[in-house]
């Protein structure tokens, strides 16, 4: 059974960081593609960021680009997401998913998410 755990919200202030974990089990990790996508309030959920099974090639939105740092451990079956100078509109429940390459459809069923909220 396909399974994604993320970790790592919470509040910051705006302009401070957070790193998200999301833990996979259920397939072959360093097989798939995977990707972290968000959905603010109000909001359709959207692509925010790639990275192939190797970690060879990496791909982000425009609207974190020079921000947000997508990376994986295979081993550790998890992805991260280094979120930096984060803005208010960052704030947005943030998810993980696998695909069979980059900017591919996801996959599997949600997890819970990652709740970040971003506010003074």
């Known amino acids: 059974q396909v399974q994604f755990v993320e970790s790592g919200g919470g509040l910051v202030q705006p302009g401070g960081s957070l790193r998200l974990s999301c833990a996979a089990s259920?397939?072959?990790?360093?097989?798939?593609?995977m990707m972290w996508y968000r959905q603010g309030p109000g909001k359709e959920r959207e692509l925010v960021a790639g990275?192939?099974?190797?970690?060879?090639?990496?791909n982000l939105a425009d609207s974190v680009k020079g921000r947000f740092t997508i990376s994986r451990h295979n081993a550790k079956r998890t992805v991260y997401l280094q979120m930096n100078s984060l803005k208010s509109e960052d704030t947005a429940v943030y998810y993980c998913?696998?695909?069979?390459?980059?900017?591919?459809?996801?996959?599997?069923?949600w997890g819970q998410g990652t709740l970040v909220t971003v506010s003074s």
């Open positions: 259920g397939f072959s990790f360093s097989s798939y593609a």
């Open positions: 990275i192939t099974s190797d970690g060879g090639s990496r």
């Open positions: 998913n696998r695909g069979v390459r980059l900017k591919a459809d996801p996959l599997d069923a």
